[in-house]
Structure formats: C-alpha cells, structure tokens
C-alpha cells in the first residue's frame, strides 16, 4: 500500500529535493508532480509507485554521514596555545577542537578538559595544546549510516569525516538534531 499522495510534496522538501530532480530519479515528468503536489491529478498507481521508490531511495542516501557534516573543520595545531583554542572556540561557538599534525588527527581539546585543568590549576599562558589533548576523535567514512553516527555521539564530543583518507568534515550532536527536525 502506497503513502497518501500529499506526502509527496512534504517528501521531497524534506530531502531538499527540487520538482525537476525528483522527475530525474523516477522518470515521471516534472509537470505531473506539480500537478500531484498541487492535487490537480491522481496519478495512476504505477508513476505514484515509481514517485515514492524514488522518494525512499533517496531518503537512505540523505541518511549518512555526508549529509549531515558541517564540511569546515576547525582544528588547531599541537603546538599552539590553549589561548589559541579557547579564543577560536568562543569565535565559532563550538565546545571542541580537533587537533592536528600535518593535517593529521592526533588528539582532541575541549572545553570540558580546559575547564577541568582551570580549576586544577595546571593551565597558564604558556600552555600549549599538546599538554592538555585528549585522544583523537573517532574517524568515520561519509557514507556511514547516521545509525552508527548517532551511536558513537553517545560516547564522543564529535566524530570526524573523511573521504579516501582526507578529512572532509565533522559532526556533533547538534548535526544530529539540526537535521531530525528539518
């Protein structure tokens, strides 16, 4: 049994998808979808059919990691100081920094270990990142599921993205909860 047919539209703007690309994927001309969308028609069963395969198709491929990453990640050097990642993270409003080695993911800073050292007394001017780092986020490929992606948010600040061996973003829950509610 197929989905009522005013979820088509609702569908579609939730995968971002546009009238014509949703045409592309499932072969039933664009102008027929508007007219569906804005009940003009019944379409019969089989383009209705072919509309929500296409519907569901992409709505596995919208679910990974890909799209959810905030492809700008705003790392720090081993070598700078904590000065540096307090200064960058109260800039973008972020509560993490991953800390990088020639572009390479060697540890973690976050304002729960900087707040934690502040009040222990063991961080001045001169502390550097290195003295402070936390291990390394973990280190997911874009295709993975956001199953798996939500699971480890349990447990880790952020997750890291990379594609073919090259960082290409970073999730955090608020990733998460941005696109459950869009």
């Not at 972020?94 to 900087?114: D, F």
């Amino acid at each position: 049994m197929l989905p009522e047919l005013k979820e088509i539209k609702a569908r579609r703007k939730e995968l971002d998808l546009t009238q014509k690309e949703l045409s592309e994927k499932c072969g039933v001309p664009q102008s027929v979808i508007a007219k569906i969308e804005n009940e003009q028609i019944s379409p019969s069963y089989e383009s209705a059919k072919k509309i929500f395969e296409a519907l569901n198709a992409e709505k596995i491929k919208y679910k990974t990691a890909k799209n959810i990453m905030t492809k700008k990640i705003i790392s720090i050097r081993e070598k700078e100081r904590v000065s540096k990642a307090i200064e960058l993270m109260n800039k973008y409003g972020i509560s993490q920094l991953p800390v990088l080695r020639k572009n390479i993911p060697i540890g973690t800073v976050t304002e729960k270990n900087i707040v934690d050292k502040i009040g222990s007394e063991k961080i001045s001017n001169s502390t550097i990142v290195s003295d402070l780092m936390e291990e390394c986020l973990p280190i997911i490929e874009t295709e993975s599921k956001i199953e798996a992606v939500s699971s480890m948010l349990k447990y880790y600040p952020a997750i890291l993205v990379k594609e073919k061996d090259k960082l290409t973003g970073i999730i955090t829950r608020t990733n998460i909860i941005r696109k459950s509610i869009k």
